[in-house]
């Protein structure tokens, strides 16, 4: 008996300076949905969840940041794949990948 791998759903958010121009918080995005297909993940929904958010504390010496959500399916190891990847571009000050509901 094969075992079957089922594609879970997730959320992605990327959080980026503020600061940047819309051009380049854009191209981050699509970094970001790259790496998530270039993992084996299938993007369903790429969205700015919110535009200029005032940080608690610094992050990176930053003060504010814009919110990319990505809805995507994928597996254990796509997310794994997908972790390592934007752990190296240094233009994401952080990251948080959710199964969703």
Do not use: P
């Not at 759903?9 to 600061?19: F, G, H, R």
């Not at 970094?31 to 790429?46: H, L, Q, R, W």
């Not at 700015?48 to 610094?58: E, G, P, S, Y």
């Amino acid at each position: 008996m094969e075992k079957t791998i089922t594609a879970r759903k997730y959320e992605l958010v990327v959080i980026v300076d503020a600061k940047l121009l819309n051009e380049e918080k854009e191209a981050v995005c699509k970094e970001a949905a790259d790496i998530v297909t270039k993992g084996g993940g299938k993007v369903i929904n790429s969205q700015v969840w919110f535009d200029k958010h005032k940080f608690t504390f610094r992050i990176k010496k930053c003060t504010e940041g814009t919110y990319h959500l990505i809805n995507f399916e994928g597996d254990a190891s796509t997310v794994e794949k997908i972790h390592s990847n934007l752990r190296l571009n240094e233009k994401i000050l952080r990251f948080a990948i959710m199964k969703a509901a």
